[in-house]
């Protein structure tokens, strides 16, 4: 078995197993006042501090959710709800074309809901937004922007945007802007204080931790309207039950990511490098998606032309190769990408595309069986041709 | 001659799987009978968000679901493959284009032509597979000189080879349907999912068309083809007799409907004779005038070699229909058929499929009838 697929998900770190089966044989909520309570709320705390020092934030800045999809919709959401309520002018959301559907869908909504005016910033043939882009965008009217949301790193096609910079126009402006920086941890340099970002989401299973837990970095002055109301558990803007397990977990995750991060990104990044020079070799044609310096060492994007993606998945699967056509599924059909169209990619090329990611147990084998595979594979879905 | 000694090599076998109970029990079967399986739902509808109460088509969100759970159950990998393009383009759009000609098409078989085995069948074998297996009732026989023959399943009552009569011999000789050689109720079908864990032992039947989620037929071509058109129903003589709202929605042989105010002169009931798009009439006379006496009909499709000279056959013209004696010959591509006994309910775009005794001989689409009533005229 060849696992390519860990932008998908990553395989837990046995160190975030010992510590969420180690709690999970506890018993206490975190809100209780009692000594179970208390014991469960020391967990929680200890782990938030712990992820913040692994991400360059204030433990309070820490936002516990069940995931990336809630956190970015917290941020989005929140965010736009809270600044419109502050100045009904602000209703425009600056969003790059290449976010998650997590990101996309909500500002989506919030055009189709609540009277946003949403504005796609443009990008160029590797998904980066230039921050002149930004700020061109904004100095059309600074007065009625609610917020802007750049991702730190894209999921499909492995560009690193150029967040630091933008967030330096956005703070000219006194703009909160939002990155979902899911992909990006454990693959480049988080530092949220220092990044200049309102808000910043996470996640935890990309990392080697648990489902089901994420976290929204929040800078303390911004107080987003709650998504879910309840108890009013994380800083009153998140409310629910905290997971103890799988934040405990979750904090052992974030501290190795940040602590072997160099480490990952150079052996990484060496296997990812033989996989694109393998498949280059055996597909002469085969196009690299996204920027070939700024990107993630774990990421390699292709596109062949004349293939149907979901032949080449399906061929690959049969070998025991497991990646993704980095596409957004409906009822598991394969849809253009959003990603890929909206760099200017032809679209016929771009339904023909597979995402390898590598991850911490990736080895030389994985790379040498697509090595090996790519190309009969290639040869054979192209006979199949486009249907 | 059985199905299953044709297939004693394991095959490489990419399973149709709708999210019913016959397509899954037939995927069991194959993966049971020792081929490497692999189950493919294909996602047909442009607007794969919909659900459906019931469950009863092909292209839900649901289905698909269903067809999942089936393949995780058999133990067999599983894809969505989008073909709704090619649905659209083949089936939707020749659907619409045949009514909106004035005549009735039956678009199960044009999908399984030009969808199940054809785009899918292609792309199988480009893949490295050997075969498609649908759940149709029928069964394939290797004939002594080793063609490929499509014979009616053994169970009359649950017989499908009619909608599979457009298959020719090279798409047969990549079908495979485990369901067609037993002779197994439907009951004791639901049972065998059942037995094997398949949840949609359970599921209701699909019956009606795939694509037309509410079962509205005359509301879907209306919405396709421009909305209700007022026009005039005639008799045979031509004297208006009413309006209609649309000739599209009209079959021929139907009775119930037609709102014509004042009662004919025998007495009898009157029934829809033609269907006439051009000019947006319909013409309703006598049950008598409906007896059509032979056909031409167009698009041969034959399962081995084309007929030479004239031969007796049996005909069947409808899906659940009888089927009824005749003598077909083919001349210059146009099939020409005379019936035994006069036939009923017959309209241009059916296909007629021809036995020879349980084998199908092939299947073409009828392009004009010539009823009892217009022996005379028509010579």
Redesign the interface.
Same mark, same amino acid.
């Given at each position: 078995m060849a696992y390519l697929d860990h932008a998908a998900t990553t395989p837990m770190l046995p160190e975030a197993i010992e510590a969420m089966t180690a709690q999970l044989r506890l018993t206490g909520n975190a809100s209780s006042l009692h000594a179970a309570g208390r014991r469960a709320r020391r967990t929680v705390e200890e782990a938030r501090e712990t992820l913040a020092e692994a991400l360059g934030a204030r433990p309070s800045e820490v936002v516990l959710t069940s995931g990336g999809t809630e956190a970015d919709n917290l941020a989005v959401k929140g965010l736009y709800w809270a600044r419109r309520a502050a100045d009904p002018a602000r209703t425009r959301v600056l969003a790059s074309p290449v976010e998650h559907h997590a990101v996309l869908d909500a500002v989506h909504w919030l055009a189709e809901h609540e009277g946003a005016n949403v504005e796609y910033l443009p990008v160029d043939a590797y998904g980066r937004v230039a921050p002149e882009a930004l700020r061109a965008a904004v100095e059309r009217d600074p007065g009625d922007v609610a917020l802007a949301t750049v991702m730190w790193a894209n999921n499909e096609i492995g560009t690193i945007l150029p967040i630091g910079e933008l967030a330096e126009v956005a703070a000219e402006f006194r703009i909160p802007l939002h990155s979902d920086a899911v992909q990006a941890f454990g693959q480049t340099e988080l530092d949220f204080g220092a990044s200049g970002l309102a808000a910043m989401t996470v996640s935890s299973h990309k990392i080697g931790g648990p489902y089901g837990i994420g976290a929204l970095l929040l800078g303390r002055e911004y107080t987003p309207v709650p998504v879910l109301h309840g108890g009013g558990q994380e800083r009153q803007v998140r409310s629910g039950t905290l997971d103890v397990p799988a934040v405990a977990a979750f904090a052992v995750a974030g501290r190795l990511a940040a602590e072997r991060r160099e480490e990952f990104a150079r052996e990484v990044g060496a296997l990812r490098d033989q996989l694109v020079a393998a498949v280059r070799d055996a597909v002469p044609d085969a196009v690299l998606g996204g920027d070939p310096d700024h990107r993630l060492p774990a990421n390699a994007h292709f596109s062949f032309p004349g293939c149907e993606g979901d032949s080449l998945l399906l061929l690959l699967d049969a070998q025991g190769i497991e990646c993704s056509t980095g596409s957004a599924c409906t009822a598991g059909v394969a849809q253009p990408s959003h990603v890929l169209l909206a760099t200017g990619s032809d679209p016929e090329l771009a339904r023909g595309t597979l995402r390898f990611s590598l991850g911490h147990t990736s080895t030389r084998a994985d790379v040498e069986a697509v090595a090996k595979a790519i190309g009969p594979a290639v040869a054979r879905a192209r006979s199949a041709g486009l249907s | 001659m059985t199905q299953n000694s044709q297939h004693t090599r394991p095959l490489r076998v990419l399973a149709a799987m709708s999210g019913g109970v016959d397509s899954a029990v037939a995927a069991a079967r194959a993966a049971e009978a020792g081929h490497d399986v692999?189950g493919v739902?294909l996602?047909l509808s442009a607007n794969?968000?919909s659900f459906r109460t019931g469950a009863r088509g092909c292209c839900t969100?649901e289905d698909? $679901?269903d067809a $999942?759970r089936a393949a995780d159950v058999i133990g067999i990998?599983f894809?969505?493959?989008?073909?709704a393009? $090619?649905f659209r383009e083949d089936v939707v759009e020749d659907f619409v284009a045949e009514y909106e000609a004035g005549r009735t098409p039956n678009p199960c078989l044009r999908c399984n032509e030009k969808i199940k085995f054809a785009?899918l069948l292609?792309?199988a074998l480009?893949?490295?597979f050997d075969a498609v297996c649908t759940g149709h009732y029928a069964t394939v026989v290797t004939a002594p000189d080793g063609s490929r023959e499509l014979h009616r399943a053994s169970d009359m009552a649950k017989d499908q080879s009619y909608v599979l009569g457009v298959l020719d011999e090279r798409q047969l000789a990549h079908a495979m349907f485990p369901l067609g050689d037993t002779l197994t109720t439907k009951d004791e079908i639901r049972a065998e999912a059942e037995r094997r864990g398949l949840a949609v032992a359970k599921k209701p039947d699909s019956h009606d068309i795939c694509f037309i989620a509410d079962g509205d037929t005359q509301g879907f071509l209306a919405n396709r083809l421009g909305g209700p058109a007022e026009g005039d129903i005639l008799d045979e003589s031509g004297t208006k007799l009413g309006t209609h709202d649309g000739a599209f929605g009209f079959t021929i042989g139907q009775r119930k409907g037609l709102r014509i105010g004042h009662p004919a002169a025998d007495g009898k009931p009157r029934y829809v004779l033609d269907i006439s798009p051009v000019d947006n009439t319909v013409t309703v006379g006598p049950a008598a005038a409906l007896d059509v006496t032979a056909l031409t009909a167009l698009k041969p499709r034959w399962c081995g070699t084309a007929p030479a000279g004239p031969g007796g056959y049996t005909a069947q013209l409808r899906a659940h229909g009888d089927e009824t004696p005749v003598t077909a010959e083919l001349t210059d591509g146009t099939l020409h058929v005379r019936f035994d006994e006069p036939v009923r309910g017959v309209a241009p775009g059916q296909a007629i499929v021809l036995y020879d005794g349980t084998r199908v001989v092939g299947s073409a689409t009828i392009a004009t009838t010539r009823r009892r009533t217009d022996a005379l005229a028509a010579g």
């Open positions: - | 692999t739902h996602a794969p968000q969100i698909s $679901r $999942r990998p894809y969505v493959w989008d073909l393009e $090619r785009a292609d792309k480009a893949l490295g």
